[in-house]
């Protein structure tokens, strides 16, 4: 998922403090984890609707496995529903059930073990207040301009809202839905679309299977009135899905989709890991797209900026971003929402390299500095900050409160990681994390461990401070040269305010750039301490000192003093 464009524009002490940022996080990291006894299958999920009313009436097959023998009694999460009734699917036979703190409980009809499948069907109907949102048609001069919608959105814990589910991301199931529509309308969803049934009252049923396993706030749908343009990457289907007066956007927005595809797995050395990939407008959209597995929402507001010059890379990153959602979210998922930048940080990041692709380093370079840039404008204004391992993630309506952390450090921070352990190492240790962790849940431990593991280097502090604190650096640069020795004396303070977990000295590996008059020189240096030291030999006075001239650490500010002569 990614934030609406205009959000994304405005907006030894060191050890000692990288131990207790290391104890803390995983310390506190369990906590953010859910107990369950189940493992769900698969769902299978019919819904048709009460358009006058909002109303969504559901019956949902949920088949599930114990995790332990002797299992009589689950939860699953529902929030409003109005249930008709509660059944095991094999039998019909009546369960016990009750409902209570946004929850169903069932009572099942015996014992079963970890080796049993329970399928059991839901009936039940919902006015959701989150989940399907039902958009009204919109007319104009009594034309109708764009007709009404029904959509979803899931992340983080919007499914319970339209269908009893376990709904947190660290279990993955497979789905099929049955999507009732009026005549003219179309339905997209997770998936194949296995047939369209045509019903007596004239109404039509669209038939979706997804035989992927995905976490629950995945699973999506789309109501409208749509034309669709179809296209193909290799053998894998592609579709457009825009209003019927607005096709000749699709090659605008739409047009770098093959590419893209193309470029990430050639980055990661992992093909396209779904059977089709959709992308659909939707109006009055939250947020500026989706990645429902296989099956993008887009904000049409969002799409239409490439109508126009100016919009069109921003088009392309909002694309980019939920397109690499299909490797970094949806193949591997974070385990919980405290590590949600594993998901976001990589798709904000994909978004970068496919620019370095294809328009070179230098545009890679530019817009890991506008994430960098804008990261550190929100931390000095924003109250609400969380490392990338989000220690606030207990509240999940404030999930998305501070974005530019989650979205835009952590791109910037998987930025400084490749630099850190070298481009080929990065890109070697990415296919690893994805193919180990293929349909499973992550967490930030499983990244540290293929990046160590391919680089041999020991990125305790990296993560420390990067992952698990808060803040960034600030440098304060006084140089003193001395032309009689020609020795140039650096004085490096970081002067961040510490605390919590922003650390009083960050570890920087850095390269200094350095002009006279006769040469360019690069040093090597690293700051690791609150005020360090730096002395540095030269050929004649420097007119120019720039430190990470290649910018490997965006994150930082730096403040250069006036060079002075001592005499």
Request: hydrophobic share 35%; glycine share 4%; charged share 25%.
């Amino acid at each position: 998922m990614i934030q609406k464009s205009y959000f994304r524009l405005h907006k030894l002490i060191i050890f000692s403090l990288v131990f207790a940022c290391s104890v803390t996080a995983q310390t506190s990291l369990n906590k953010f984890n859910r107990v369950r006894n189940i493992d769900i299958q698969n769902y299978v999920i019919r819904t048709n609707f009460g358009r006058e009313k909002k109303t969504v009436f559901g019956d949902t097959i949920v088949s599930l496995k114990p995790l332990k023998d002797n299992l009589k009694s689950f939860e699953l999460d529902a929030v409003n529903l109005d249930f008709e009734s509660v059944k095991l699917e094999n039998s019909g036979a009546d369960l016990i059930y009750k409902t209570a703190d946004n929850k169903i409980f069932v009572t099942l009809d015996k014992l079963y073990s970890s080796t049993d499948v329970i399928a059991v069907r839901f009936k039940y109907s919902a006015q959701p207040k989150k989940g399907v949102y039902f958009v009204d048609e919109q007319r104009e001069d009594g034309k109708i301009v764009r007709a009404s919608q029904i959509w979803t959105q899931g992340e983080p814990e919007e499914a319970r809202h339209w269908f009893p589910s376990y709904d947190f991301p660290d279990d993955k199931a497979t789905s099929e839905q049955f999507i009732t529509v009026e005549k003219g309308e179309t339905a997209i969803a997770n998936g194949e679309l296995i047939e369209t049934i045509a019903n007596p009252n004239q109404t039509k049923t669209f038939h979706y299977r997804m035989p992927a396993p995905h976490s629950t706030y995945l699973t999506s749908f789309v109501i409208g009135t749509y034309a669709k343009i179809p296209d193909s990457y290799k053998n894998i289907p592609l579709g457009y899905y825009v209003y019927t007066d607005k096709t000749s956007i699709v090659p605008k927005a739409f047009g770098r989709t093959k590419d893209m595809m193309r470029v990430f797995e050639e980055l990661t050395k992992v093909d396209f890991p779904f059977n089709k990939y959709d992308q659909t407008i939707v109006a009055n959209f939250t947020f500026g797209g989706m990645e429902n597995v296989t099956a993008t929402t887009m904000a049409d507001t969002e799409i239409f900026l490439a109508d126009f010059e100016f919009g069109r890379r921003a088009v392309e990153d909002l694309v980019a971003h939920e397109l690499a959602h299909s490797w970094f979210g949806n193949l591997l998922t974070c385990k919980n929402w405290a590590e949600l930048w594993l998901n976001e940080g990589f798709a904000t990041y994909m978004e970068a390299a496919y620019r370095e692709k294809i328009y070179g380093r230098k545009s890679y370079i530019s817009k890991i500095r506008s994430n960098a840039e804008q990261f550190m404008i929100d931390d000095l204004i924003n109250k609400k900050r969380h490392g990338l391992f989000n220690a606030s993630a207990g509240n999940v309506d404030m999930l998305f409160d501070n974005p530019s952390t989650t979205y835009q450090k952590g791109g910037a921070v998987i930025h400084t990681l490749r630099e850190t352990v070298g481009t080929d190492n990065f890109w070697k240790a990415i296919n690893i994390y994805l193919t180990r962790h293929r349909f499973q849940n992550v967490e930030t431990g499983d990244l540290k461990r293929v990046m160590e593991e391919v680089s041999g280097v020991n990125l305790d502090w990296f993560f420390a401070q990067w992952v698990y604190g808060t803040g960034h650096p600030k440098l304060n640069i006084k140089q003193i040269y001395n032309p009689q020795t020609k020795i140039l004396e650096l004085t490096v303070s970081q002067v961040q305010s510490s605390g919590n977990s922003t650390p009083a000295a960050f570890v920087l590996p850095m390269e200094i750039e350095i002009i006279t008059a006769l040469e360019t020189k690069t040093e090597k240096i690293e700051i690791k301490k609150r005020i360090e030291r730096f002395s540095i030999k030269l050929d004649g006075k420097p007119s120019k000192i720039v430190f990470d001239k290649d910018e490997k650490i965006p994150i930082k500010r730096v403040k250069y003093e006036a060079l002075t002569a001592t005499k």
